[in-house]
Structures are given as C-alpha cells and as structure tokens.
C-alpha cells in the first residue's frame, strides 16, 4: 500500500498543494523589501530620463549633408527630412536645367536617407535591439524604397522641353526679346 502525504489547502494565501508553513517560508523569501525596490526604480528611471534626453538632443541635431558626384549641389536636411539649405555652385549655370533638376532631386534623396538613417541610430540606445528597434528599421527601410521606387518609375524621366535652350549671354548689349515677349 502506498502512502500518500496529507495536503491541506491553505486557500486564503494561495497555497492550495502546499503545507502552510512551506507557503509562509516562500513568502519570507519572495518579499520584496520596499526601499530596495523604490531605490532600484528611481535609478532606472533616471538612467531612461538620461537616455530620453541624449535622444532628443540627438534628434534635434540629426542633420545631414551631400554634394552632388560633380560637386554642382550641396544640399543639408534636417532630422524630420526638411531641406534647410540648397547651394548650387557656378557649374550649375552650365548645366540644363532639366540635368540641373535631377541632380538636386537626387542630392535631396541622398541628403533625406542618409538623415534617416541617423535619426534611426540616435533611437538605439532608447529602443534597443528589441522589436521596436526592428519597427523602426523597417519603417525607414520602406520609406527609403519608396522614395527610390518613385525615382525610378515610368514617366518621370526627364522631358525635353518644347523650346529650344537659349543662351544667355549676360554681357550682350542687344536685348534679344522685343516689346510684346517675343523673340
């Protein structure tokens, strides 16, 4: 015959299968002792004031700045993506203009990702490399493809335009348009 220990049910502290001086010994043991646990807190709490703050001041410095390949435009953008400054060099009056607006779109997408990129690493240490790191990345990640894809899709190459290219010749003493706009 076998012999089954008694099991008493202690159903006010929760020890159902346990004798009640196991379930008082394993509270004594899983008590939390309130300073150590409000002490414990507030350093985390500053550690992530302290993370929360360096982020934003990272966000808020986050800029980025490219030159064109052939040095023609510079563009910087902030965080957010905002263009804060467009600078054309000299060259740039020697080039069409449809050449010379494909390559600021071009330098602002370059300029946009980059700065996406930054603001993605400035939200490291506050996300870690958890799923909301993961968030993130693939947030930036798809919108960098959908700034390429609109790049890239049919119908936005650029047109020749209907008028030809005239030449300005900024120290021609004759003006080469009459009275009513015309040529």
């Known amino acids: 015959m076998i012999r089954v220990p008694r099991v008493r049910s202690f159903p006010r502290s929760g020890c159902a299968r346990l004798t009640h001086r196991v379930c008082r010994r394993r509270a004594r043991e899983d008590r939390v002792d309130p300073h150590k646990f409000l002490a414990d807190f507030e350093r985390k709490s500053e550690q992530m004031q302290q993370q929360l703050a360096e982020s934003q001041e990272q966000l808020a410095s986050a800029r980025s700045e490219v030159t064109s390949s052939d040095g023609t435009v510079t563009v910087t953008v902030a ?37 996406a990129r930054s603001v993605q690493e400035s939200m490291r240490p506050l996300l870690g490399d958890g799923e909301g790191m993961d968030f993130l990345t693939e947030q930036v990640d798809q919108g960098i493809a959908r700034m390429q894809r609109s790049e890239h899709a049919p119908g936005t190459e650029p047109r020749r335009s209907a008028v030809e290219d005239i030449e300005l010749d900024w120290d021609d003493d004759e003006d080469d348009w009459d009275e009513r706009g015309g040529r």
């Open 79 to 115: 965080g957010g993506g905002g263009i804060e400054s467009l600078t054309l060099s000299p060259k740039a009056t020697q080039l069409a203009h449809t050449v010379l607006a494909d390559r600021i779109m071009d330098t602002i997408r370059q300029a946009q990702v980059e700065a």
